[in-house]
């Protein structure tokens, strides 16, 4: 089970993170899903998390990519130390395109259930890299 649930965040980040895939999101994202992580008073369903990659991440950062560095796996939970890293060729929430390379590390924690997104809890540098490059 746990090798599967891991197979499962590793599609997710790969094929919809990285690469934009709709039909593996709706794939992979149960349509209850929650995300624990939304900023509160956001809307925090299935839909949220396609327009944050697809709306924010994608059009801000060209050579998008994403590398998964561990994932730990413990019952229906997958733990995934991972980065996301583009260079800033678009607007990134509100800061204008500087062309440098931006890394925003990442450390979330997945709930699956029947080869599906359920639940996500997770942290990350996205505001350190926005201050960072509103610097620039």
Avoid: C
Wanted: glycine share 6%.
């Amino acid at each position: 089970m746990s090798s599967e649930n891991k197979e499962v965040v590793r599609r997710f980040n790969l094929e919809v993170i990285q690469n934009g895939n709709e039909d593996e999101f709706r794939a992979l994202m149960a349509p209850d899903f929650v995300n624990h992580a939304a900023p509160s008073g956001m809307p925090n369903g299935p839909q949220s998390m396609w327009n944050t990659f697809q709306n924010v991440l994608r059009p801000a950062l060209s050579d998008l990519k994403v590398t998964i560095h561990d994932q730990i796996a413990e019952g229906d939970r997958v733990t995934t130390r991972k980065t996301i890293s583009g260079i800033h060729s678009g607007t990134l929430m509100s800061v204008a395109p500087t062309g440098k390379d931006v890394v925003i590390s990442v450390i979330d924690i997945v709930r699956v259930q029947d080869g599906r997104y359920t639940e996500h809890w997770g942290i990350n540098t996205l505001s350190n890299v926005l201050a960072a490059l509103a610097k620039a």
